[in-house]
C-alpha cells in the first residue's frame, strides 16, 4: 500500500514563492511516474506537472516558467517550486503516482493510481 503525503503549502502573496514537498512510503517512489494536480476553488482538478521516472518533467503552460518539479529518489521525495505565484495558483495541490507503465497520457486523471489528502495553498494579493 502507497501513501502519499503532501506538505508545504500555506499561505503566500502574490509574486512570492512556495515550496511543496510529497513523501512516500510502502514503496520507493523512484518507481513511480509522479505528478502533481490542483483544485482551484469552485473548479474542477487540473494537472499542473508529470514528472517521469528519469526526472523528465512536463508543465501545464499556466505554470510554465514559474513551476519546477524535482524528485529526490534518495529521499522518497517529490519537490514542486512554485514561484511568482499568483491569484489563480491558489487551489488544493494533491501528489498523485502510478507505478505502471503510462497507457494515459501524463496530464490526465485515469494514469495514476495513488492520491495524497492534499495540501492548500492560499495567494492573496
Known amino acids: 500500500q502507497v501513501e502519499l503525503v503532501e506538505s508545504g503549502g500555506g499561505s503566500v502573496q502574490a509574486g512570492g514563492s512556495l515550496r511543496l514537498s510529497c513523501t512516500g512510503s510502502?514503496?520507493?517512489?523512484?518507481?513511480?511516474?509522479m505528478a502533481w494536480f490542483r483544485q482551484p476553488p469552485g473548479k474542477e482538478l487540473e494537472v499542473v506537472s508529470g514528472?517521469?521516472?528519469?526526472?523528465?518533467?512536463d508543465y501545464r503552460d499556466a505554470v510554465k516558467g514559474r513551476f519546477t518539479i524535482s524528485r529526490d529518489n534518495t529521499k522518497n521525495m517529490l519537490y514542486p517550486q512554485m514561484n511568482n505565484v499568483n491569484l489563480e495558483d491558489s487551489a488544493m495541490y494533491y501528489c498523485?503516482?502510478?507505478?505502471?507503465?503510462?497507457?494515459?497520457?501524463?496530464?490526465?486523471?485515469?494514469?495514476?493510481?495513488?492520491w495524497g489528502q492534499g495540501t492548500q495553498v492560499t495567494v492573496s494579493s
Open positions: 498523485a503516482a502510478t507505478p505502471f507503465v503510462p497507457s494515459l497520457p501524463w496530464d490526465q486523471q485515469r494514469r495514476y493510481d495513488y
Open positions: 510502502g514503496y520507493a517512489l523512484s518507481s513511480y511516474w
Open positions: 514528472i517521469t521516472r528519469d526526472g523528465s518533467a
